[in-house]
């Protein structure tokens, strides 16, 4: 008895203490977001916090948001991927492609998604067996995979539109940008189901612990018996697919895969996901934290497009509170290790 | 002869340690002065003080008859002392004469001075009678080579004091009688040496004077003439065991494990053999494989050839993976550096290796976690607030049993430690052995590699002695002591009348 009095004490005690830390960082991230969506509110009369402009903001981020879940799981193993934008023109011109050829809606999309899990699969091979360091290795394929999606395009948009066919268009639109229930764009809902489904992955799987124990230590892990090489390979697989996932959604908004499509996409899913409280040098992070940070981006660029600023001057705000939120994980994780 | 250097009652403690305690040490013109200890003795420490890095409690530095304060490793160069630490402090991609001059290149105007650079790196050169070319880079040197130019580095600042951190541990035969050749030259010139080895044997060759220190204090200085290696070794050891180590009956089963010709660049050992409920200590010095060899056993490291038995049974072990899957467990030497994630939890550290046990179809069973957590906080009493809390934050000793918690969890069969109480304070200690007696109680066959002497000899039931990768002797518990160890240790035998 004074046993099971014992545990429920220390049940007590552990909730309370239970991810003080990681609370606090998506607290904040989160606090911040419905701040800035004040803020955008009174400064534009209103018409920011309009059902409408928030779904379209939901919209925009979407792609941002998909590709920044892939992120999270390799930035938690210490590494990174400044492939992915390239992979989100790979998966979506190499998935128009198949349509153009005569292939079934679904099997092209599996077939884009294959495109990516390869190019993953690519990255994470360089990184675990050849050693490569991440930054350099995805800076590689970076270039490779923006060059295949330019030789499978041949240069050119690979155009479903041109295909004529009224069914296929309008099914890849719906993809693209339709709503259900009257007005929630579907893409949305595909971002949601993908955050579930990854942020279970990552919390609730025997592979998400040992993602988080390769990032933190990585020797540690691989003589605590997991296998390091398999855990990050994954993490790279999981970063492609998520990439050529975001990469079809934009195909299929525009009807028409373009060649340059998802440049620069990296570093706004890196962004998300360290604003979210990912630690770039790895054992930290999660999904609902990037979720939250890809919206924090969203709505600072709805919200000055709104109030008419300079895209340039965008760019500095944006960029300055990028800088913040990593100088702000830095100086924390400096204290916790004084 | 001139006294260069003088220390007189030098203390200093450490949070829950006196590392030095009233140690003097002097230093003559021309002199080799051997300082012999074991490893925690209090060597390094005391070399640390002198070079700048800590300063000591108590007691004072003379150099040239006149009182020194040594703030920093900068006033420790001003004053002419240098240290040719084990690992060298040079750049690699540097060539050598940018490595001596470091920072002090001759200038022309804005610019090194090439010219003048390599001419006066020559001079060095030349004069310690090395055939090193002052343009080659450091990298492509062979590592007793790339020892010349830290010497030609100490030369360059006019050091006259000079300590050799265990100088030959590195080097072949061959490059041994060079780097002593050099040392000869150096004597002549008046540069005072302070040599650190814990090879006894070769101290007879150069050595003018030997001090001794022991678990901080300073037991004595001798002409180095006067002494043999037997007396020298009963000094370095000659302590007294208390009681430190909980008694125990050990009930000695079948062998439970074996290993068979290990081979690797660094490993040449025939065979292990370890019964169930048996501790198997391995003794050694730093370096000479000890720590390989757990690696080896446990497929952390490569092997050209090794066959590993547990309970009778060939297994075939390619990587941590399939060692855990046999049985095997492994608690490292630093567990900050490869035993724990200090940023990640308590409960997570536990469950570690324990991961595939608690999924079903791939998920966590987040309950079974928790209370395998629960489990082992509690019977190993580790002292956390709470299962959530970060590793980071517990005491050295409830980190360490955060460790073996982590294997206790698996059906380990054999255990390997790898210097269990480093860094932990005595009462810690104590739970530790407590806990590997118990170990041994449930028939784990258990292997504790150790530098801590009394340690080895207080909790084994046998005891290897590595030395150079291999197994270079083995005692009972009856029969060990010290001083056989030691010599062992050091490579020699331990016949009578050999090697004194």
Partial sequence: ?338 | MTELLKMCGISKSFPGVQALSNVSLTLNAGEVHALCGENGAGKSTLMKILSGVYQADEGEIFINGEKVAIENTKKAQQLGISIIFQEFNLCPHLSVANNIWLDRQPKKGLFVDDKKLIEQTKAILDDLGLSISPKALVRTLSVAEQQMVEFAKAISFNSRILVLDEPTAALTESEIDRLFNIIHKLKAKGVGMIYISHRLEELARIADRVSVIRDGQYIGTYDYKDVTIDKLVSMMVGRELNNKFPSHKRKIGKVLFEARNIRSNKLNVDNIQVRSGEIVGIAGLMGAGRTELARAIFGADKTYHKEIFVDGKPVNINSTTSAIKNGIGYITEDRKKDGLALNMTVERNINMAYIPSLCKKGFVDENAAKENAAKYIDSLRIKTPSMYQKMQNLSGGNQQKTVLAKWLCNDIKVLIFDEPTRGIDVGAKYEIYELMNKLSDNGVAIIMISSDLPEILGMSDRILVMHNGKISGELNREDATQEKILRYAAGLSNEEGKGA
């Fill in chain 1, 1 to 338: 008895m004074s046993g099971e009095l014992v545990t429920s004490t220390k049940k007590a005690k552990v909730n309370i203490m239970k991810g003080k830390d990681e609370a606090l960082q998506k607290f904040l991230a989160f606090g911040v977001l419905i701040m800035l969506c004040i803020l955008f509110g009174v400064l534009t009369g209103g018409s920011f916090l309009k059902i409408d402009n928030l779904l379209t903001i939901a919209l925009q981020v979407t792609p941002y948001a998909i590709l920044g879940f892939g992120l999270t799981f390799v930035l938690i193993t210490g590494g990174t991927d400044l492939s992915a934008g390239s992979v989100i023109g790979f998966g979506g011109i190499v998935c128009a492609k198949a349509v153009t050829m005569g292939v079934s809606i679904p099997v092209a999309i599996i077939i884009g998604i294959l495109a990516g899990i390869i190019a993953g699969l690519i990255n994470g091979l360089f990184v675990t067996k050849l050693e490569v360091t991440p930054f350099i290795a995805t800076l590689g394929t970076q270039f490779a995979f923006r060059g295949l999606t330019q030789l499978v395009g041949q240069g050119k948009p690979v155009s479903i539109q041109a295909l004529g066919d009224e069914k296929i268009i309008s099914v890849f639109r719906f993809i693209g940008g339709g709503t259900v229930f009257g007005r929630i764009p579907f893409p949305t809902i595909i971002m949601i189901i993908t955050a579930i489904v990854l942020g279970i992955v990552l919390s609730k799987t025997g592979f998400g612990r040992r993602l988080y124990a390769v990032g933190s230590n990585e020797e540690t892990a691989r003589l605590s018996g997991i296998n390091v090489i398999k855990t990050k390979l994954t993490a790279y697989i999981i970063c492609g697919a998520t990439a050529s996932m975001a990469g079809i959604l934009l195909a299929a908004r525009l009807a028409s895969a373009q060649s340059n499509a998802g440049q620069g996409y990296e570093l706004e899913g890196i962004a998300a996901a360290v604003i979210g409280g990912t630690s770039v040098m790895g054992g930290e992070g999660g999904i609902l934290g990037t979720v939250i940070g890809a919206f924090v981006m969203g709505v600072l660029r709805n919200g000055l497009n709104l109030l008419k600023v300079d895209a340039f001057v965008q760019m500095v705000i944006i960029g300055t509170i990028i800088v913040i939120g990593v100088w702000y994980d830095t100086a924390r994780r400096k204290k916790q290790s004084v």
